[in-house]
């Protein structure tokens, strides 16, 4: 009798983002520059394309495959940028976005403080998926958030 199978494989979360992007090879340097990504596998396609690729950024898993139209496949440049932002929580988001930066991203939000305990900066990386990066500052309590959230937005949160 054959083992049973798991249906979520060990080493998978139940969600995974996965990026497609044109010029996935260029994509996994830049990850691995910007974000200290290291590449868990990579199965190349036909043509030079990358087909799939895993990440890990810390202990997160992020997959990643080049455009294919053919398949439904269309990145951010094909359709002109994207409603989806990956949250990436670091030691240290001043250094962090700085390293994307010099690595090539756009900076879409500067570095600031943010009313909910995060010290947060946005980037949109070179092949157009928007990165949100943070590092918590202070544990503020729900009540607390609501507050400084009414006093920031003039009692509009």
Do not use: C, N
Request: glycine letters at 10%; proline letters at 7%.
């Amino acid at each position: 009798m054959a083992a049973e199978v798991k249906p979520i494989p060990d080493g998978y979360p139940t969600v995974t983002p996965y990026l497609i992007v044109r010029g996935a090879a260029a994509a996994i340097d830049f990850y691995r520059t910007a974000f200290g990504a290291t590449e868990r596998m990579r199965m190349d396609a036909p043509g030079g394309a990358v087909g799939h690729a895993e990440l890990l950024i810390g202990g997160s898993l992020v997959m990643l495959a080049d455009e294919m139209p053919e398949m439904g496949w269309s990145s951010p440049a094909a359709i002109g940028g994207t409603p989806v932002s990956l949250h990436l929580y670091v030691d240290d988001v001043d250094a962090v976005v700085e390293r994307a930066l010099a690595a090539g991203a756009t900076l879409s939000r500067p570095i600031a403080d943010q009313f909910y305990g995060d010290r947060l900066g946005m980037v949109i990386d070179p092949f157009g998926h928007v990165w949100s990066i943070s590092t918590h500052i202070e544990d503020v309590a729900p009540e607390e958030i609501r507050r400084r959230a009414e006093a920031l937005f003039g009692g509009q949160a």
